[in-house]
């Protein structure tokens, strides 16, 4: 039987096992040395601003708000077509989301919609690089820079991508990135917060309760005490993460070149089937290919979106549908939505779906995952 191809898998060898064992011998398991060079390595490749390393992106995001003083009567504009965690930080400081369409085929902030959205409490913009393809970023920022907003990337997708040149997570004010286990690299779970040394004290603050100094002191007794000054909760990255994330980051360049290439095997290849749209790529942007999305379409395609991904789970192809959008999720039905006409993002999120794609995918995997697609396509053709 040939096997299941999942996906999405993290790519972890030798050197992260080593690494790991490196730091439980070393008897330092909490942040330390260890995650202070993760941190300093992983900004280095974005730019010239330090970062910490935190629990989670959605931690990172989380820190930028209330480092920001972001919160109740504030609303920070994002997109419609993203994960929960986006709109459930801004929900989670005590501020408003406030949720604009994305314009087609990026899936991109719909800038007019941005600006409409503005009111006198809009304090930030959210942007998502969604699967890895930049947001609009010039537009984006020249409505932030002329209205007095912060910009606050989201830039769980981004590893890998660039805009104009420049990596994403180099335009925020704050940037967040995700290293969670599907992502273009990982710590199992992790982020990474960037921004100005200036406010990344601040989110240092409110990553460790509050407490201005660090670890060290307390446990080598040389310091005990410790002041509270800000209500913090605790979001550090331990040094096991890091270790991993260290020697993923070696890996990194390998893994992203993996990524590209499937991406454009599976350009060539799918894009001779009929009854599927996929991804495209604006002109000014590297895409990271975090996600490969395909989207059915239901004029050519008689099959709904659900019973097509079954029965590609039945030939062998793993897929996950990225994303329902937050308007149409329960908590957030009363929300205030911005869009157009039709909602683009509910339109599209019907009959989106992800196929495999990771740093170690074969390329006779793609060419399997292709041949199956193929297949199913032509079953349900109308
Ligand atoms: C767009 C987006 N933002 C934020 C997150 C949160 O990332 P994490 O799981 O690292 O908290 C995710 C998760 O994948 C995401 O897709």
């Given at each position: 039987m040939?096997?299941?191809?999942?996906?999405?898998?993290?790519?972890i060898?030798?050197?992260?096992?080593v690494a790991?064992?490196?730091v439980?011998?070393s008897?330092?398991?909490t942040?330390g040395?260890?995650?202070?060079?993760?941190?300093?390595?992983?900004?280095?490749?974005?730019?010239d601003?330090?970062?910490?390393?935190v629990?989670?992106?959605?931690?990172a995001?989380?820190?930028a708000l209330?480092?920001a003083g972001?919160?109740?009567g504030?609303?920070?504009?994002?997109s419609?077509?993203?994960f929960a965690a986006t709109?459930?930080?801004?929900?989670?400081?005590g501020a408003?989301p406030v949720?604009v369409?994305v314009?087609?085929?990026h899936?991109?902030?719909d800038v007019?919609l941005v600006?409409a959205?503005?009111?006198p409490?809009?304090?930030?913009?959210?942007?998502?690089?969604?699967?890895?393809?930049?947001?609009?970023?010039d537009a984006?920022r020249a409505?932030?820079?002329?209205?007095?907003?912060?910009?606050?990337?989201?830039a769980a997708h981004?590893?890998?991508?660039s805009?104009?040149g420049?990596?994403v997570?180099?335009?925020?004010?704050?940037?967040?990135?995700?290293?969670?286990?599907?992502?273009?690299?990982t710590t199992?779970e992790?982020?990474i917060?960037?921004?100005?040394e200036?406010?990344?004290?601040?989110?240092?603050l409110?990553a460790n309760?509050?407490i201005?100094?660090?670890l060290t002191g307390r446990?080598d007794?040389?310091?005990?005490?410790y002041?509270?000054v800000?209500?913090?909760l605790?979001?550090?990255?331990?040094?096991?993460?890091?270790a991993v994330?260290l020697a993923q980051?070696?890996?990194l360049?390998?893994?992203?070149?993996?990524r590209?290439?499937?991406?454009r095997?599976?350009?060539?290849t799918?894009?001779?089937l009929?009854?599927?749209r996929l991804?495209?790529?604006a002109?000014?942007v590297?895409?990271?290919?975090h996600l490969?999305m395909?989207e059915?379409?239901?004029a050519?395609?008689?099959?709904?979106?659900?019973?097509?991904?079954?029965e590609?789970r039945a030939?062998g192809i793993?897929?996950?549908?990225?994303?329902?959008?937050?308007?149409s999720?329960?908590?957030?039905?009363?929300?205030?939505?911005?869009t157009?006409?039709?909602?683009?993002?509910?339109?599209?999120?019907?009959n989106i779906?992800?196929?495999p794609m990771h740093?170690?995918?074969l390329?006779?995997?793609?060419d399997?995952v292709v041949?199956?697609i193929?297949?199913?396509l032509?079953?349900?053709?109308r």
């Amino acid at each position: 039987m040939t096997e299941f191809i999942p996906f999405s898998k993290p790519i972890i060898g030798e050197a992260e096992k080593v690494a790991v064992l490196q730091v439980l011998d070393s008897g330092w398991l909490t942040s330390g040395p260890v995650s202070e060079q993760f941190a300093r390595k992983f900004a280095d490749m974005i730019g010239d601003r330090p970062a910490i390393a935190v629990s989670n992106a959605t931690a990172a995001l989380f820190l930028a708000l209330r480092a920001a003083g972001i919160g109740s009567g504030d609303e920070v504009i994002t997109s419609d077509y993203t994960f929960a965690a986006t709109a459930n930080v801004i929900v989670a400081c005590g501020a408003s989301p406030v949720l604009v369409d994305v314009t087609l085929p990026h899936l991109r902030l719909d800038v007019e919609l941005v600006e409409a959205a503005i009111t006198p409490r809009t304090r930030a913009i959210m942007p998502i690089h969604m699967a890895g393809h930049p947001d609009d970023m010039d537009a984006l920022r020249a409505i932030a820079a002329a209205r007095g907003l912060l910009i606050i990337e989201d830039a769980a997708h981004g590893i890998g991508a660039s805009y104009r040149g420049a990596p994403v997570g180099s335009f925020g004010d704050w940037s967040a990135f995700s290293c969670y286990a599907n992502k273009n690299m990982t710590t199992g779970e992790g982020g990474i917060l960037i921004a100005s040394e200036e406010n990344l004290d601040i989110a240092r603050l409110f990553a460790n309760h509050g407490i201005r100094k660090t670890l060290t002191g307390r446990i080598d007794g040389s310091n005990p005490y410790y002041e509270v000054v800000v209500a913090g909760l605790k979001f550090n990255m331990p040094s096991m993460s890091a270790a991993v994330g260290l020697a993923q980051l070696e890996r990194l360049v390998d893994m992203q070149n993996n990524r590209n290439n499937i991406a454009r095997r599976y350009d060539a290849t799918l894009g001779a089937l009929s009854g599927i749209r996929l991804p495209s790529v604006a002109a000014e942007v590297m895409h990271g290919w975090h996600l490969y999305m395909l989207e059915l379409d239901p004029a050519l395609i008689d099959c709904e979106r659900g019973r097509f991904i079954e029965e590609l789970r039945a030939g062998g192809i793993g897929t996950s549908i990225h994303f329902t959008p937050i308007s149409s999720q329960p908590f957030y039905r009363d929300a205030r939505l911005h869009t157009r006409g039709k909602s683009v993002a509910k339109s599209v999120a019907a009959n989106i779906f992800s196929i495999p794609m990771h740093g170690g995918l074969l390329q006779e995997e793609a060419d399997r995952v292709v041949e199956v697609i193929g297949e199913t396509l032509h079953k349900h053709r109308r």
